[in-house]
């Protein structure tokens, strides 16, 4: 049995293996070193702790690292590294820790893929969280998941040349689906109080916006919208303003705003101020509520400019890549693929009923194509989009 201490800001292996500790030093004699666990640890008696003290009938005790800072740094003769390996100093050590199933050395497995020095808790910035580390230990391979994978990587070779069934493979990823994976939400952790905070300015923002629209211009309206829009659909990489695009007289339009994807790919968007009129007209024609004459502009003006774009095609990316190239990245290519649109504009929240069924036609009818949202739907996104996260910080 192995037992871990602190002893004068040592990290102390205490070893107590039955029939007693004779066999113990009669190695170290002979060989000039103890294996213990072998493979894992492999002791010299320069490793034995204060050893006019410290030798009893039933247990040797071993330095295994000294402290330095905030972290033990293991002697990695000792586990056979060929780098150094750091333990924070609050971790309970426990004998799973550094052995697996059958005698195997984590720490020489994981040093066996890195080239860097290995940190285990704390805060440095390299650093193995005690949470992943854990993790870690939980799913290392076992020896059935080991045969398995043996079994299954023979199948997947052989049946090249034998007619053979997919039953190990089968086997092993019915196997993996079973075993619990790894989850890091460490990163989740980190990021998702700044996303409240971050996303409920946002949201403050718009509705400080909607109350006071009259204070701002188109121009301004439009800068602050499209600040939101880039913050709230982050695909978005860069919004170019008055771009120009050649139409199928080979003439020269001026499109007001044109998005840009981290791929390159670009959409169309439409932003007008909420004045008071709405989306759709209240009075009924046979029936229905109509789109008012501004929303059915935006959607007409839209769908010209996704034709012209898409005949414009590779000559049209070649300029636009080549015109806006000192904006973007590095050998970053805009494309034009089927561009989509967006229309942000008008009010939904004062729409009764049946208003709000026909707009949401309206909507689905170009939904493939265009996207139209009122100022509502952004209000609602956003709302969700808070409550989301605050569902997870629970």
């Known amino acids: 049995m192995i037992e871990f201490e602190i002893k004068q800001n040592k990290l102390i292996l ?54 330095i800072g905030n972290y033990f740094k293991i002697d990695s003769r000792v586990l056979g590294l060929k780098n150094d390996l750091f333990i924070n100093k609050s971790l309970e050590l426990k004998e799973k820790h550094f052995i697996a199933k059958r005698r195997k050395s984590i720490f020489k497995k994981i040093d066996d893929i890195t080239n860097r020095n290995i940190y285990i808790g ?28 043996v079994k299954a990587r023979l199948n997947s070779v052989l049946k090249e040349y034998i007619d053979l069934s997919d039953i190990h493979e089968e086997n092993y990823n019915k196997y993996l689906n079973k075993k619990p994976s790894i989850k890091d939400n460490s990163l989740n952790e980190k990021f998702i109080k700044i996303d409240i905070v971050k996303y409920s300015e946002i949201l403050n923002k718009l509705k400080m916006m909607l109350e006071n629209s009259d204070q701002y211009n188109e121009k ?21 303003k008055e771009v120009p695009v050649k139409d199928v007289y080979n003439k020269t339009r001026k499109l007001d705003f044109l998005l840009v994807d981290s791929s390159g790919y670009v959409d169309i968007i439409e932003i007008k101020k909420p004045f008071d009129s709405c989306i759709v007209s209240k009075n009924e024609y046979r029936g229905n509520h109509i789109p008012l004459r501004e929303l059915s502009g935006a959607v007409m003006q839209l769908e010209k400019y996704i034709f012209y774009l898409n005949k414009w095609g590779g000559i049209g990316e070649k300029y636009l890549s080549s015109k806006y190239k000192n904006k973007l990245p590095n050998n970053f290519n805009i494309r034009i693929t089927n561009p989509g649109g967006l229309i942000i504009m008008g ?12 707009f949401e036609v309206i909507r689905r009818k170009y939904k493939n194509v265009i996207d139209i949202m009122s100022y509502d739907d952004l209000i609602h996104r956003l709302e969700n989009i808070i409550e989301k996260f605050k569902i997870d910080n629970k």
């Open 122 to 149: 704390g805060n440095h910035k390299d650093a193995i969280s005690e949470q992943d580390f854990n993790a870690i230990i939980k799913n290392f391979p076992n020896d059935y998941e080991i045969n398995q994978y």
């Open 347 to 358: 009010r939904s929240n004062l729409l009764n009923k049946h208003q709000k069924e026909d």
């Open 220 to 240: 301004q309206w439009q800068e602050e919208i499209l600040h939101i829009i880039l913050l709230i659909f982050p695909k978005y990489i860069h919004v170019f």
């Open 14 to 67: 205490i070893y107590s293996p039955d029939g007693g500790v004779n066999f113990i030093f009669e190695e170290l004699k002979s060989k000039g070193y103890i294996n213990i666990k072998y493979p894992v640890f492999k002791f010299k008696k320069s490793h034995i702790f204060n050893s006019n003290n410290s030798i009893k009938e039933h247990e040797v005790e071993f330095i295994l690292g000294n402290l």
